[in-house]
């Protein structure tokens, strides 16, 4: 049972650059999130679904995108990085019913630095 | 605003110590307040908290809930440097909206 697979693992990227995060769980989730951590902040919501395509802004969207074509699947897309951007990302799934309810599982994290 | 507040930001305590962390919260829709800890990776779940009074236990660790006055408490005793982590609390507001804390930054020394 993978749970939660982020990808890349760590990735630089030049300003202006573009690319995608890949998350993808196994558990048959609902509910899957995107959040970014960083020093001494917590965590923020970017982005969340709520099932195969829905999905809705979070506290911290602006230079973010993502889809939700499949249960499984919710990519984030990065469109002309920015230094703000340099966060460590994390993924994350909950079912929306049953014993594990609310209870968020969460990805590796994908260090991104942008210079 | 929804808010949840960890304290202390950081400790540091001797191996064997009994260390309290606090999660004071003020959030719409309470649903849950869960409890994760994060080393060095994704944070892992520890606790998830429902009902006030009620004593969540594993281990050495223990939580507890008072929603009338808003808080829960993570302890952990006779602590080993395993333990060293940041612990997350945060709060289920509605369906799927979590408020997270800060975190705490635990350092157990040998």
């Known amino acids: 049972n993978a749970g939660v697979t982020q990808t890349p693992k760590f990735r630089i990227l030049k300003i202006g650059q573009s690319m995608t995060l890949q998350c993808t769980q196994d558990?048959?989730?609902?509910?899957m999130y995107w959040y970014r951590q960083d020093p001494g902040m917590g965590l923020k919501l970017i982005y969340y679904s709520v099932g195969a395509g829905i999905t809705d802004k979070g506290e911290v969207p602006n230079g973010y995108n993502v889809s939700r074509s499949t249960t499984e699947d919710f990519p984030l897309r990065l469109e002309l990085a920015a230094p703000s951007q340099t966060s460590v990302y994390f993924c994350?799934?909950?079912?929306?019913?049953?014993?594990?309810?609310?209870?968020?599982?969460f990805g590796a994290g994908s260090r991104l630095t942008v210079l | 605003e929804d808010k949840v507040v960890q304290s202390p930001l950081s400790l540091v305590v001797h191996e064997g110590d009994t260390v309290t962390l606090n999660c004071s919260y003020e959030?719409?829709?309470?649903?849950?307040l869960l409890w994760y800890k994060q080393e060095k990776k994704a944070p892992t779940f520890l606790f998830m908290l429902?009902?006030?009074?009620i004593e969540k236990k594993s281990g050495r660790l223990s939580s507890i809930l008072d929603k009338k006055e808003l808080f829960s408490i993570l302890n952990i005793t006779a602590t080993q440097t395993g333990d060293s982590a940041i612990y997350l609390c945060?709060?289920?507001?509605?369906?799927?909206?979590?408020?997270f804390g800060t975190g705490t930054r635990l350092k157990v020394l040998a």
């Open positions: 959030v719409t829709n309470f649903r849950s």
């Open positions: 558990m048959n989730h609902n509910y």
């Open positions: 945060a709060v289920c507001s509605g369906t799927y909206k979590y408020i």
């Open positions: 994350a799934s909950s079912p929306d019913r049953g014993s594990g309810a609310n209870v968020l599982t």
């Open positions: 429902t009902s006030s009074g």
